[in-house]
């Protein structure tokens, strides 16, 4: 991940979001050497495959693939001049709960054989880093006082969108996928559709705020 970090610009959109994401992926190994989660071998295990998925988006994208639909929006919009680093944070903390989450835990269960309730405590755990992550964001970019005015298009951005609604939609998607597991086809009509719908809030968070705003 600091391999990430050193190959992009400072002001780039997906390094701004990177930043942030490393010291909370430095706190949660901290956490997992505490003792903090119960199982440390399955958070072991989720952790790398929800962090793999984001650095699977960013080599696709510097190999000319197609990342994901969720993540494709930070992409194109990565030095615009008129999205403020806030949105960019956002925006990747949107596209990495919404769509890679589901698919990380889904991939846990399957791969450690368990039910979905066997990773529960372990998502709580995670959604507690998540709510940290969050606030690292919002304390290190916040742009200043005048956000507060409710004039301002960015206070309507930033209250469109909610880290504990994308927590609990990340769950619904994962029991939903792992209901539809015997059905691959709906399966994949379903993981394709909130790769989707993931991505279009991510384009909204992007919205280009002119500085004369």
Partial sequence: MRGVGARVPQGDGVAVFGRVYLSVTLELQRRLESGWFGDRASAEDLGARFAGRYLSAV??????????????????????????????????????????????????????????????GDFERVGVLLTLLEERIREELMPGPDVLDVADPLTHLLA??????????????????????????????????????????????????????
């Fill in 59 to 120: 080599e696709a994208h510097g190999s000319g693939l197609r990342p994901p639909a969720s993540w494709r929006p930070l992409f194109q919009m990565r030095r615009h001049p008129d999205v403020r680093p806030l949105q960019f944070a956002l925006a990747g903390i949107n596209a990495h709960v919404g769509y890679d989450l589901p698919l990380a835990l889904l991939a846990t269960c399957e791969v450690r054989q368990a039910e979905p309730s066997a990773l529960e």
């Fill in 160 to 213: 469109s969108w909610s880290l504990e609604m994308a927590r609990a939609g990340a769950w619904m998607a994962f029991r939903t996928l792992w209901g539809l597991r015997e059905q691959p086809e709906l399966a994949g009509e379903f993981t394709e559709a909130l790769d989707a719908g993931v991505g279009l809030a991510g384009r909204c968070l992007l919205t280009p705020l002119p500085r004369g705003h």
